[in-house]
């Protein structure tokens, strides 16, 4: 039995289509034109050239600079969460004392603290510390607001797994160190995934930190490089836009091949 077609439906998904797709084409068809060209047509003229002029000045201006510190800074503050949280989770789960569930609730009133009520005994801190305006400065704070979520995820996810794996492992002979290793990492990959992809997402996109603890221009990363572009290029359109493009880039590859770990990984919050 053939099914009519649903026009409205049909018809829904292309304005629908028609709204997402517009303010990338506008942002795309900017980046290959020149400043008169675009100046001249307005956004959503067809461009009348293709030129990558705007991406080579945004190289020439800084930009890879500030692409490799923003690298420098996500990859570190993944790999001090890598290295912190999961064992940090395992003693949340298995552990039997009072103290550590004393830890855990008050990782989870780090949930409850953002960033902007600490910035001034921060900067103070870090200021001290003499890690001002150093990539340390970003990757330490960065990596310290990341860590009550991720523990908060992967503790929910480490749950999932049921007891008598455990009973095996301990009939194996299995030492704790082995339960962790050869047990509780390999099926917690989704979890571990979800913290790797949020922990990066905050520091890639991270302004406030670089903000107030960075100043030099050698310190500087893609959030705060692209808020200097547009004061730096003025009514500059299309070269700011070609720096969007170029930020965004590594965001929305790392959501095509993580998105479905990211997803089971939040659906295991909180655990049973």
Do not use: H
């Amino acid at each position: 039995m053939r099914r009519t077609p649903n026009y409205l439906a049909g018809f829904g998904a292309f304005l629908w289509l028609c709204l997402v797709g517009l303010p990338i084409y506008v942002m795309l068809g900017a980046t290959v034109q020149s400043r008169a060209q675009y100046t001249a047509g307005g956004p959503l003229s067809f461009p009348g050239g293709f030129s990558l002029s705007n991406y080579v000045d945004d190289f020439s201006n800084g930009f890879g600079r500030y692409f490799l510190n923003t690298v420098i800074v996500t990859t570190s503050v993944v790999a001090i969460v890598l290295v912190l949280v999961p064992p940090l989770a395992f003693s949340i789960v298995r552990g039997r004392a009072r103290s550590t569930s004393r830890v855990f609730r008050l990782f989870l009133l780090g949930l409850a603290i953002p960033a902007q009520a600490v910035i001034v005994p921060m900067f103070y801190v870090i200021s001290k510390a003499g890690l001002y305006d150093n990539l340390i400065g970003i990757i330490l704070p960065t990596a310290a607001f990341c860590l009550p979520v991720c523990t908060l995820i992967l503790t929910g996810s480490m749950r999932d797994i049921t007891n008598e794996l455990f009973e095996a492992m301990a009939i194996d002979g299995a030492d704790t160190r082995r339960v962790f290793l050869q047990l509780v990492v390999p099926l917690s990959k989704s979890g571990l995934s979800t913290i790797v992809v949020f922990s990066a997402l905050q520091a890639w996109n991270g302004f406030l930190f670089p903000l107030v603890l960075t100043q030099s221009e050698n310190t500087k990363v893609l959030t705060l490089g692209l808020y200097n572009f547009q004061t730096q290029y003025g009514i500059n359109i299309p070269g700011l836009l070609a720096a969007v493009v170029l930020s965004t880039v590594p965001v929305l590859l790392v959501y095509l091949f993580a998105r479905r770990a990211l997803v089971q990984g939040l659906m295991g919050v909180g655990g049973k």
